[in-house]
């Protein structure tokens, strides 16, 4: 019977899709998965929460039957946060070292130089990710307590969000009897499951296509250098199968999950399936090519709207190793070789990994964001609570160790 303190749970708050997992933290670092639920979500838009009712409904029903599969009680969970409202911003701050050497004080004095920006009332900064610290002017510096020098510098990523946003997800889980220990931006949750450090030490750009958004996050040199979140995905190809096909929009889901390509080339067009009509009507047989060619365009747009993201941000000429696909629909046959043609790099489709125990359940790309969280609970959840022994201080200072810890 796992103890409650090694308990990690993550709860990715989809705009198709909620999905629980929980981790048990073992002494050696590993997490074992031990509980899964799902639950399809009514109450969410474009990864907004726009129905509290809902969305509570449907976080109660996959929490129950993760604790059913767990065999314990979930009291808290480290919960996603997306929507086209997070934005991006790279930082830096610069502080005189006190002593000659830097301290735990140094790093909060330092982070909080870098990330004092000026944030609208209607948003709150939702992650300060240090990309690297520079001492006396000698860059490349991961963990700097200890070392000796006259001037410190910090460059760090920072990710912001609409505060109402944040507010209703911890209030929906709060509803549900879940305490919220953590909130994490989809894209970063999504590459701490699915990203290998080579990868993100050459460079690589992960995209995690979702129902009703597409985040993307761009990793060099170790560093987030680029967070976005699109609000196009997985339900766009839906509407146009059921107004291509004229069917439902349950139905064109089904169809897309059970049929569908995003590429045409290689999709016999003798194959047909059966598709069900509106109105009472009689359902029609038509061939499986008609239905990619419905895919194919709509992927084709998705995949180009995250390339001039790409050429917006500068970082083309970073993706030495290429790209990486999450989400639900990289489960879509032939999303990888679209997304070649369209960024002309390698391509991969992305799963959770690094985990053990029930981990054939959490295979799927669909799982990288749920996987994610458990594991950036589980290494905040052994971390020491801060060199300083000060509070504020050593919450700073723990985060960042944490941060780094997880990536280097």
């Known amino acids: 019977m796992p103890t409650p303190s090694s308990i990690i749970a993550g709860l990715d708050i989809g705009t198709s899709t909620i999905k629980v997992v929980v981790g048990e933290r073992k002494p050696d670092g590993v997490v074992d998965i031990i509980g899964v639920g799902s639950s399809p979500s009514r109450g969410l838009r474009k990864g907004v929460v726009v129905n509290i009712e809902g969305t509570v409904n449907a976080i109660a029903r996959a929490v ?34 006190k002593n000659q050497e830097v301290s735990a004080l140094d790093i909060e004095r330092v982070i909080d130089a870098a990330k004092a920006v000026a944030v609208p009332l209607d948003r709150e900064i939702v992650h300060v990710l240090p990309q690297e610290f520079v001492i006396d002017e000698q860059d490349g510096v ?17 990710i912001t969000g609409a505060i109402a946003s944040a507010q209703n997800i911890v209030k929906c889980a709060n509803r549900c009897g879940l305490a919220v220990q953590d909130i994490v931006a989809a894209p970063i949750a999504s590459a701490r499951s699915a990203l290998s450090q080579e990868e993100q030490e050459l460079g690589v750009l992960l995209l995690d296509i979702g129902g009703g958004t597409c985040s993307l996050s761009i990793f060099h040199a170790g560093a987030v250098k680029v967070t976005s979140v699109l609000a196009v995905g997985g339900n766009h190809i839906t509407n146009d199968i059921a107004a291509g096909l004229r069917t439902p929009l349950v139905a064109a889901e089904r169809i897309k999950c059970e049929y569908g390509s995003a590429i045409t080339a290689g999709v016999n067009r003798a194959d ?4 069900p009509s509106v109105g009472g009507r009689a359902p029609r047989v038509l061939s499986k090519l008609v239905l990619a060619e419905i895919i194919e365009p709509r992927v084709s747009e998705i995949l180009n709207l995250v390339q001039k993201e790409i050429v917006k941000s500068g970082c083309q000429d970073l993706l030495n190793s290429g790209v990486v696909i999450t989400g639900g629909t990289a489960n879509l ?37 749920a996987v994610g969280l458990v594991q950036h609970g589980a290494t905040q959840a052994a971390l020491p609570k801060g060199r300083s022994g000060r509070g504020a201080v050593g919450n ?9 810890t997880e990536h280097f």
């Open 64 to 97: 129950a039957q993760a604790e059913t599969m767990a065999g314990c009680e979930v009291g808290s969970v480290v919960a996603t946060i997306s929507g086209s409202h997070l934005r991006s911003q790279n930082s830096h701050g610069i502080v005189a070292i």
């Open 142 to 158: 991961r963990d700097p307590i200890g070392i000796s020098g006259v001037r410190l510098e910090a460059r760090v990523h920072i």
């Open 272 to 275: 047909i399936i059966e598709v």
């Open 333 to 369: 046959p032939g999303i990888a070789q679209v997304a070649e043609g369209v960024f002309n790099l390698p391509v991969r489709v992305g799963a959770p990994a690094s985990v053990g125990g029930l981990q054939e359940l959490v295979k799927g790309p669909e799982y990288a964001a």
């Open 396 to 404: 700073t200072v723990r985060r960042v160790v944490g941060w780094f």
